[in-house]
């Protein structure tokens, strides 16, 4: 018998839905649950792609949940995209006090339930949000794999692409630490191939030796451009997502830049924060520490500082006796 595919999508906005789409269109799934506390927007959410089923790779049982998060709990993969996107419209701490409101009504329901597999957070503060599922859940802190700035790494290799004329995917490039405003580039460990920026800079200074911190912004202002003129981001960050289901459900050993708990990585730990990953069936196998230079150490670390910041904006919840 064939094993059967279940993956659960909280959320039905802008993203969560497109994760939904993209799940489909991609073939990875066999068993699509999906929960939303509107109940309209789930129910027309789940017309829609059953009407669509015809034109994906193979079929599909779809099964709304609503809010019974329980439903999730025999899901390999649960994608967390809840939020309220139009709180970020100034920086995506704006949605702190909402995302972890959300977050408090179904972690733990859903851990009681039995979960035993994989989450894969979006929602922003990213790193604040899969910090909060690891301590509500009580779950191995490898099975939470924030989507962290794996899409900033796709905008920087973007922008790169666009100063050198090379393909993004030949260009080997990361955005590391928060997903926000205190994210930074490795710049020091770009490469494409087997050569490094820097050999190529000294090489070819006209055309790798661009402005690097120009490059570095436009992969952290990316977002805010899309934003500014759709209201959200939806494609590629739901991309970003689902390439991390894919490689959970695959068991691919897919290296990548996303959110995990820090155990000493660059001197810091305690919470979850973005460096190059393997992600694999069990989540985060693995954790790799680039070389960086001095600045980008003391990036790394204010970064971390950052995050541990809003994660005291959160007050006494996050004590343990406060959530007993």
């Not at 994608?79 to 409101?101: C, H, K, P």
């Amino acid at each position: 018998m064939a094993y059967i595919r279940k993956v659960g999508v909280l959320g039905q906005g802008h993203v969560g839905a497109h994760v939904a789409n993209s799940l489909l269109m991609q073939g990875l799934v066999d068993e699509l649950y999906l929960c939303d506390i509107n109940d309209q927007k789930l129910t027309s959410e789940a017309q829609d792609f059953r009407d669509a089923l015809s034109f994906y790779p193979h079929n599909c049982k779809i099964v709304t949940c609503g809010a019974e998060y329980e439903k999730l709990a025999g899901c390999d993969v649960i994608v967390n995209a809840a939020g309220q996107v139009s709180a970020a419209a100034g920086n995506r701490d704006g949605e702190l006090f909402i995302t972890t409101d959300i977050a408090r009504t179904f972690i733990a329901r859903i851990a009681d339930a039995g979960f035993k597999g994989v989450w894969v957070s979006i929602s922003n503060p990213c790193d604040v949000v899969c910090t909060e599922i690891w301590r509500l859940s009580g779950c191995d802190p490898k099975r939470v794999v924030g989507s962290g700035t794996a899409l900033d790494s796709a905008r920087l290799r973007n922008a790169i692409s666009s100063k050198v004329g090379l393909d993004q995917h030949s260009i080997n490039a990361y955005m590391l630490g928060e997903h926000g405003a205190s994210q930074f580039a490795a710049m020091s460990c770009v490469s494409f191939g087997c050569k490094t920026l820097a050999e190529l800079a000294a090489e070819q200074p006209e055309r790798f030796g661009f402005d690097q911190a120009e490059v570095e912004d436009l992969a952290r202002q990316g977002g805010y451009v899309t934003y500014a003129g759709k209201g959200c981001t939806e494609y590629a960050v739901a991309q970003a997502a689902v390439r991390l289901v894919q490689a959970v459900l695959g068991n691919e050993h897919y290296v990548t830049c996303c959110s995990t708990l820090l155990t000493g990585e660059h001197g810091e730990e305690g919470i979850f924060s973005s460096i190059p990953c393997v992600v694999g069936a069990n989540g985060i196998e693995e954790t790799f520490e680039l070389p960086l230079n001095e600045r980008e150490k003391a990036a790394f670390h204010a970064s971390c500082e950052h995050i541990r910041g809003n994660i005291a904006k959160l007050g006494d919840w996050w004590n343990t006796e406060a959530r007993a």
